[in-house]
């Protein structure tokens, strides 16, 4: 019912090669990288990949748009995203990481032809880098309405002044934009009060205070910033789409990069499986393998049914969005979010479980990515929210029914 597209099978084949002959047998080096003396500086060995992937037609997978990207849609991207999200160093090496995909999107959609240039080309090549800038550490930004930081027009300029956190990537030497979300008239309506503009990271005024830990990880050299914006003044014609127009453009974003995150988390999921049923048939206690024990049998399949349960409702969302808009298919949205890295953590776990003490240590990628996965309950929306939406839509049928 959700098969890919002949052209799509055929990106999935070279996609599972590359991942076979060039990131696979490349993960103990970048994680090395990642935890060395140079873990800030780019590994030299992801820019080599890149152009790999580059080559071979793998890049910018994520973006619909034909002109500007591979012109896939959500239902096809799901089946690749799945294979990029079994590593963390996949994503980047192909241009389909985060937050650098929803700042593309943003930028394709809703930017001037100028801010195209300046930003969504060097973005789509690979040069540069970007930050979302939208969480505050004073406020429970999952209401967005909460948010303080200030967007003032003064004359052919624009002021800003607040402090967000959790701006993933700002931390990255070749991050040189941050889309920034904040009040420009908090006298407007609810949803009219925010707007989105673009802030270059080496505007005086912007300060990185310090770099945020997710469960100890630091994800060197992409990293998640505390910044400061003090009277950081750039050009009026650096806000998106016009004053008011945040939440609009937040919508826009938050969809796709939600489903993307969640295509992500099967992939890890599916890795967690595999090595969960390895290890189980590699190790013998109480004079059998573990694989023969009925408690890690049933762990197995339970994973297994959560994994296809997922994929399908994903795999729904993504043809959903693609036939009648991410507005519509704000139901299926929610529901994958509140339920991909939710299972994506279960599954996580038996495989820690079932690995023992191998399980927490750095001998496997079982630790940091559950770590990895459990922040997605908390990035782009909490489970509470998403499930709010869930209940209210619910809801709403039922009393139309009872009308």
């Given at each position: 019912m959700f098969d890919c597209t002949e052209r799509t099978a055929g990106l999935r084949q070279r996609l599972l090669a590359f991942m076979d002959e060039h990131i696979y047998p490349n993960e103990a080096a970048?994680?090395?990288?990642?935890?060395?003396?140079?873990?800030?500086?780019?590994?030299?060995?992801?820019?080599?990949?890149?152009?790999?992937?580059?080559?071979?037609?793998?890049?910018?997978?994520?973006?619909?748009?034909?002109?500007?990207?591979?012109?896939?849609?959500?239902?096809?991207?799901?089946?690749?995203?799945e294979i990029m999200g079994r590593s963390p160093f996949a994503p980047e090496v192909f241009n389909c990481a985060a937050p650098d995909t929803g700042n593309m999107e943003v930028l394709a959609r809703?930017?001037?032809?100028?801010?195209?240039?300046r930003w969504l080309l060097p973005l789509l090549a690979g040069e540069i880098r970007s930050c979302f800038s939208m969480t505050e550490p004073a406020v429970a930004s999952s209401d967005a309405t909460n948010i303080e930081c200030s967007i003032r027009r003064d004359g052919d300029d624009y002021v800003i002044n607040g402090r967000k956190w959790w701006s993933s990537g700002?931390?990255?030497?070749?991050?040189?934009?941050?889309?920034?979300?904040?009040k420009t008239d908090p006298s407007e309506k609810r949803?009219?009060?925010?707007?989105?503009?673009?802030?270059?990271?080496?505007?005086?005024?912007v300060k990185i205070e310090r770099a945020l830990t997710v469960f100890g990880y630091d994800h060197a050299p992409h990293g998640h910033a505390e910044i400061s914006y003090d009277n950081v003044r750039v050009p009026a014609s650096n806000i998106l789409l016009g004053e008011g127009r945040g939440f609009e453009i937040a919508q826009g974003r938050?969809?796709?990069?939600?489903?993307?995150h969640c295509m992500r988390?099967?992939?890890?999921?599916?890795?967690?499986?595999?090595?969960?049923?390895?290890?189980?048939?590699?190790?013998?206690?109480?004079?059998?393998?573990?694989?023969?024990?009925?408690?890690?049998?049933?762990?197995?399949?339970?994973?297994?049914?959560?994994?296809?349960?997922?994929?399908?409702?994903?795999?729904r969302a993504a043809d959903?969005?693609?036939?009648?808009?991410?507005?519509?298919?704000?139901?299926?949205?929610?529901?994958?979010?509140?339920?991909?890295?939710?299972?994506?953590?279960r599954v996580i776990d038996r495989a820690i479980q079932v690995h023992g003490a191998a399980g927490v240590s750095q001998?496997?990628?079982?630790?940091?990515a559950y770590a990895r996965v459990r922040s997605l309950r908390l990035a782009d929306g909490p489970d509470e929210v998403h499930l709010e939406t869930i209940a209210k839509l619910e809801i709403g049928k039922n009393a139309e029914r009872a009308a």
């Open positions: 970048l994680l090395a990288h990642e935890h060395g003396p140079e873990r800030w500086q780019t590994a030299p060995l992801i820019e080599t990949l890149k152009e790999k992937a580059k080559q071979q037609g793998l890049w910018n997978l994520f973006l619909p748009e034909s002109e500007l990207g591979a012109g896939l849609s959500n239902l096809d991207y799901a089946h690749l995203c809703y930017g001037t032809e100028e801010q195209k240039q700002a931390m990255d030497p070749r991050c040189r934009i941050a889309i920034v979300m904040g949803y009219r009060q925010q707007s989105m503009i673009l802030v270059p990271l080496d505007t005086p005024g938050l969809g796709p990069g939600r489903i993307h988390t099967i992939g890890i999921a599916e890795r967690a499986l595999e090595t969960m049923v390895e290890r189980a048939r590699s190790r013998t206690a109480f004079g059998r393998t573990l694989l023969e024990m009925g408690s890690v049998r049933e762990q197995i399949a339970q994973s297994r049914i959560e994994i296809e349960q997922t994929r399908l409702l994903t795999l959903m969005m693609d036939r009648a808009g991410n507005k519509v298919a704000r139901l299926e949205i929610a529901m994958i979010k509140a339920v991909a890295p939710a299972m994506a953590c001998d496997t990628f079982l630790a940091s």
